[in-house]
T-cell receptor, first 109, second 113 residues
Framework: GQNIDQPTEMTATEGAIVQINCTYQ??????LFWYQQHAGEAPTFLSY????GLEEKGRFSSFLSRSKGYSYLLLKELQMKDSASYLC??????????FGAGTTVTVRA | IAGITQAPTSQILAAGRRMTLRCTQD?????MYWYRQDLGLGLRLIHY???????GKGEVPDGYSVSRANTDDFPLTLASAVPSQTSVYFC????????????FGPGTRLTVT
């Protein structure tokens, strides 16, 4: 099985930056995904990392260190619409996804 | 149809009843998945199918069964529902097992009383 840990909740101010950390222990590794999920809706894909380093996509960036079993999602210039849950997911050696419990981010004006 | 659809949107079901949750995708994706999402536990994989005609067990398969007769449809059946199966169920698909992100359907909110 997999062990994926991320903080339960984070709060930040509109326009600020927030970093959501994710640590994992897996049997095999075939990539790490970040999903965004607004309350009552389906998860939607944000980013994918399979090699070490930073992937930037607009206001969102994701970092991976395979040797440390560590990733983070960086949200810049926070907007009210960024209030959501952010899910870290690891694809294992059998190509199945295991999800963390999610981090609820609340953006305050 | 665009993407993945699930039916019903929500359902209240008496314990002991049989229920099938429907999932259809029109993206011609090979792989399909069923997850349940419970507060504090995140998404957990119930069953999956890498291609039409094959299925496999995920992390929490007990009490559930699936079939994959064709590429588009992947129904999930609860043979005899129990209250612990109260959850939000998401169907997802991906182009293949080795590549691409998973796309999720809108979910089915199931309450077993």
């Amino acid at each position: 099985g997999q062990n994926i840990d991320q903080p339960t909740e984070m709060t930040a101010t509109e326009g600020a930056i927030v970093q959501i950390n994710c640590t994992y222990q897996t049997s095999g590794f075939n990539g790490l995904f970040w999903y965004q999920q607004h309350a009552g809706e389906a998860p939607t894909f944000l980013s994918y990392n399979v090699l070490d380093g930073l992937e930037e996509k607009g206001r969102f960036s994701s970092f991976l260190s395979r040797s440390k079993g560590y990733s983070y999602l960086l949200l810049k210039e926070l907007q009210m619409k960024d209030s959501a849950s952010y899910l870290c997911a690891v694809r294992d050696g059998d190509y199945k996804l295991s999800f963390g419990a999610g981090t609820t981010v609340t953006v305050r004006a | 149809i665009a993407g993945i659809t699930q039916a019903p949107t929500s359902q209240i079901l008496a314990a002991g009843r049989r229920m099938t949750l429907r999932c259809t995708q029109d993206m011609r994706h090979n792989a399909m998945y069923w997850y349940r999402q419970d507060l504090g536990l995140g998404l957990r994989l119930i069953h999956y199918s890498n291609t039409a005609g094959t299925t496999g067990k995920g992390e929490v398969p007990d009490g559930y069964s699936v079939s994959r007769a064709n590429t588009d449809d992947f129904p999930l059946t609860l043979a005899s529902a129990v209250p612990s199966q109260t959850s939000v169920y998401f169907c997802a698909s991906s182009p293949g097992t080795g590549g691409g992100e998973q796309y999720f359907g809108p979910g089915t909110r199931l309450t077993v009383t």
